[in-house]
C-alpha cells in the first residue's frame, strides 16, 4: 500500500520532520540550538556533509542539503535519488511517519523529494510468511507554501498507481492469467470511475483477431482484450487519445522457446498493459478533462499442442495477411490487432506501451525507452518533455521507409521479424502498418523490469510509463 501524503498548514512540534533546503543552506532556528546550528554550518563548509541526524529520543530531526544543479531535469531527478536514500534510514529507525518541511524558496524539489522517498518505499510482500522484518513508510506530511494542494492530490494518486502498476507485473503467472489480469483492471476501474468492457474469446473471434487468438493457440488459458475508457463531460480534446499497452503475462517464447533463464522474468512481458491500465486510472482519479481510452490485448504465450509454428500465416482484425516466422515476436501480432481496432474510436493520437524487443535494451539499456512516431513528430516532441520531467526520457529512432522493406513477406502482406539488425525499429515499423492515424510507439523493455534496484524504481516491476502518461495528459489540460 502506498504511504498517505497530505499537506498541513503548520510544523508539529516533536515529530519526526526532515527540513530539506538548498546549499545555501536555512534551516529554522526553532528546532535547532545555536550549537547544533553552528555545527552544521562547520560540517557542511569543511567537509561538504549533506545530511544530518539529531536524535531527540522519542523523535528525529533531520537536514538534508541539496546541491545545486543548473539543469532543472537532473536537479529534481537529485531529490527524487535523495528522497529514495532518505527512506533507508526511515527504515533502518523503524520510522512510520514523517513531516517533509520545505526550506527551498523554488517549487518543485520538495515534491520530487516526496515523490522519490514515497516510491522508494514500496514492497511486494504478498507471498511472504514472515512480513514482520521490514518497515513500511505509512504516512508523508509535506508543509510548504510553494506546492499546491492539487499537486500533493496528484502525487498521491500517481504513487498509488505505480504502487498498484508494479504488483500486476510482480504477479506471477500462477495468478496473473489473462482473465485475472482483467478482473483485476476491472476492480479499479469502479475504484475510479472509469467505464470498462472485456472481450472474451468468443467476441475476440467474431472480430476477427487473428494476431492475439494466434499467440493463444499454446495457452490454456483463454484470451481477454480489456478496454478502459475515461471519458468526463467537458474535455479538451474532441478525439480521444488511445492508450494501447501489450499484456503478455507469460512469454515463454512459444514454439521459437527462450534459452536457459531467458524467462525467468517473462512474467514482466504485460508491463505496457499494466502501465496503461494505471495510468487511465490515475488521469480517472484525478478527474482531468481529457478523453482517454485504454487498449489491452492479454494472453500468455506457450508451447501447447495446438501452437503457432514458424511458417504459419495468419489474417489479422484488419484483414492483412502476417507469415510468423518467429513464435517469440508475438507482441507485435496482438499489438497489431489492437492499433487496427483503435481506429473505430477516430483518435486524435494513439501511444502504445510494450516490452517488444530484445534490440531496444541492447540499445538504451535500462536509461530510455525507445521511441518512434508516425505523423505525430509534435506529440512526440511534447511527450520527449513529459519523459525529462519524469525521468522516464525517450530516445527516439528512425522511421524511414526503408525498415518496411526488411519486413516484407513472399508469401503474406508482411512477415513479423525483420533481421537482426534494427530489430526494434523494425518491430516499431510493423506495428505502424496498422495504422492511420497520429501515433507514438514506445518500446519499454529496458527500463521495464530491474533485476538489482535502481533507487525509487527498486527491484522487479517498475511501473514505467505510468508517469510519463500522467504528465503528458496534466499538460495537455494545463495548455487547453
Not at 24 to 48: D, Y
Request: charged residues 30%; neutral net charge.
Amino acid at each position: 500500500m502506498a504511504p498517505i501524503i497530505s499537506e498541513i498548514k503548520k510544523i508539529p512540534e516533536k515529530q519526526n520532520i526532515l527540513f530539506l533546503t538548498d546549499d545555501r543552506g536555512h534551516v529554522p532556528e526553532g528546532f535547532f540550538s545555536k550549537a547544533e546550528l553552528a555545527w552544521i554550518s562547520a560540517m557542511k563548509k569543511k567537509f561538504k556533509k549533506e545530511f544530518f541526524t539529531f536524535n531527540r529520543l522519542d523523535y528525529h530531526l533531520f537536514v538534508r542539503f541539496m546541491k545545486e544543479e543548473k539543469n532543472e531535469f537532473k536537479r529534481l531527478e537529485n531529490c527524487r535519488n535523495a528522497g529514495d536514500t532518505f527512506g533507508v534510514v526511515l527504515d533502518d529507525q523503524k520510522i512510520e511517519e514523517v513531516v517533509l518541511s520545505d526550506e527551498i524558496s523554488s517549487s518543485g524539489e520538495l515534491l520530487a523529494f516526496t515523490e522519490g522517498l514515497a516510491l522508494g518505499s514500496y514492497r511486494f510482500r504478498k507471498y511472504k510468511t514472515d512480513k514482520e522484518k521490514e518497515n513500511d513508510l505509512k504516512k508523508i506530511r509535506i508543509f510548504s507554501k510553494n506546492i499546491t494542494s492539487s499537486d500533493i492530490d496528484h502525487l498521491s494518486i500517481l504513487t498509488d498507481a505505480v504502487f498498484r502498476c508494479r504488483t500486476l507485473i510482480n504477479e506471477p503467472n500462477s495468478y496473473l492469467t489473462a482473465p485475472v489480469f482483467s478482473r483485476e483492471v476491472e476492480k479499479i476501474a469502479k475504484e475510479c470511475g472509469a467505464k470498462v468492457e472485456v472481450f472474451n474469446k468468443k467476441k475476440l473471434e467474431a472480430l476477427q483477431m487473428g494476431g492475439l487468438l494466434a499467440v493463444n493457440k499454446g495457452s490454456l488459458d483463454p484470451p481477454t482484450f480489456t478496454i478502459m475508457e475515461w471519458k468526463p463531460a467537458k474535455r479538451v480534446n474532441k478525439n480521444p487519445y488511445v492508450f494501447v499497452g501489450k499484456g503478455v503475462v507469460f512469454d515463454s517464447g512459444g514454439m521459437n522457446l527462450k534459452p536457459g533463464d531467458s524467462m525467468s522474468t517473462m512474467k514482466d512481458d504485460m508491463s505496457g498493459a499494466a502501465a496503461v491500465a494505471m495510468a487511465v486510472y490515475a488521469i480517472a482519479k484525478a478527474r482531468l478533462p481529457v478523453h482517454i481510452v485504454g487498449l489491452m490485448p492479454a494472453t500468455d504465450n506457450r508451447p501447447g499442442d495446438k501452437a503457432i509454428v514458424p511458417g504459419d500465416i495468419i489474417t489479422m482484425h484488419n484483414k492483412m495477411t502476417v507469415e510468423v516466422l518467429n513464435t517469440d515476436a508475438e507482441g507485435r501480432l496482438i499489438l497489431a490487432d489492437a492499433l487496427a481496432y483503435a481506429k473505430k474510436y477516430n483518435p486524435g493520437l494513439v501511444i502504445d506501451l510494450a516490452t517488444l524487443t530484445g534490440s531496444a535494451v541492447r540499445a538504451v539499456g535500462k536509461y530510455g525507452i525507445v521511441a518512434m512516431q508516425s505523423n505525430a513528430e509534435k506529440e512526440l516532441g511534447l511527450l520527449k518533455i513529459s519523459g525529462w520531467e519524469v525521468y522516464e526520457r525517450l530516445v527516439e529512432f528512425p522511421n524511414w521507409d526503408e525498415y518496411g522493406e526488411l519486413i516484407k513477406s513472399d508469401l503474406a502482406d508482411l512477415k513479423n521479424v525483420g533481421p537482426a539488425e534494427g530489430g526494434a525499429i523494425t518491430a516499431g515499423k510493423f506495428l505502424e502498418k496498422f495504422t492511420d492515424f497520429p501515433y507514438i510507439h514506445l518500446d519499454i523493455a529496458g527500463p521495464a523490469f530491474l533485476e538489482k534496484p535502481d533507487s525509487y524504481r527498486g527491484k522487479g516491476g517498475t511501473g514505467v510509463g505510468v508517469r510519463l502518461l500522467f504528465n503528458f495528459i496534466r499538460h495537455k489540460t494545463m495548455n487547453n
